[in-house]
């Protein structure tokens, strides 16, 4: 009895060290689910509207703000749209923030999004912007330890880059945010409908006594 009670002893403790490796282990992020396009709306609906933006842009947290409710409410419920967001980080917080909405669920990416938007102006004057932030991954619903995963995967970063720098190449993105117009594989340089539900955004903002999404910035 007693041979056989130190055996499993034995045992207990060869196992111990594969059991702390196998919970130190780093969460394995797919890269390729993280990148897949977020679709707001109706994924057949006629015209595309890409978003470049960047989760530290002041004018992209204003446009999420006041622009976004507009443009659902008028292009995207109606189906006359759909809205694709592309991240195009322009600091080192928002690459990370960035990582963390991609590697959520796909369908709490806007709500997280738009929460990061939200609370933008708080948590980027924080003194450690990137830890601020993972409490709204939590809030989703994601695991901490898979949170900070996502936002130092030197894959998830490059591929992000890529997106970023094809942006830049495919339609000379060189501000945030900027929004790209298609019909098919039509890119179309104006829409009215878009122009009107930016203005509305606008004066809303500026009655709230903000700059609207358009202030200081360029777009396509």
């Known amino acids: 009895m007693m041979m056989k009670s130190a055996f499993l002893a034995l045992l207990l403790v060869l196992s111990l060290p594969a059991m702390a490796e196998e919970k130190a282990a780093t969460p394995k992020i797919d890269v390729t689910a993280a990148m897949a396009d977020r679709v707001l709306g109706n994924p057949d609906a006629p015209v595309t509207i890409y978003e470049y933006a960047s989760m530290t842009c002041s004018h992209c947290a204003a446009f999420h703000k006041y622009g976004l409710p507009t443009i659902k409410k008028e292009l995207i419920e109606t189906g006359k749209a759909k809205l694709i967001f592309r991240d195009f980080p322009l600091d080192n917080y928002a690459m990370k923030a960035a990582a963390m909405a991609r590697c959520a669920p ?33 809030l989703a619903g994601m695991d901490p330890e898979y949170i900070k995963a996502c936002m130092t995967d030197p894959d998830l970063q490059k591929a992000m880059m890529a997106s970023m720098q094809d942006g830049q190449k495919t339609y000379a993105i060189d501000s945030t945010p900027s929004f790209i ?19 509305k955004a606008e004066a809303a903002a500026k009655a709230a006594g903000e700059k609207g999404p358009h202030d200081g910035h360029e777009h396509d």
Do not use: H, N
């Not at 999004?113 to 003194?127: H, L, N, P």
């Not at 104006?190 to 203005?199: M, Q, S, V």
């Open 181 to 199: 117009f298609k019909k098919g594989d039509e890119r179309m340089m104006e829409w009215d409908d878009f122009t009107e539900a930016l203005k």
């Open 106 to 138: 796909a369908d709490k990416f806007y709500p997280l999004i738009s929460m990061i938007f939200g609370e933008q102006e708080r948590w980027v004057k924080t003194a450690a912007p990137d830890e601020a932030v993972q409490k709204f991954g939590a």
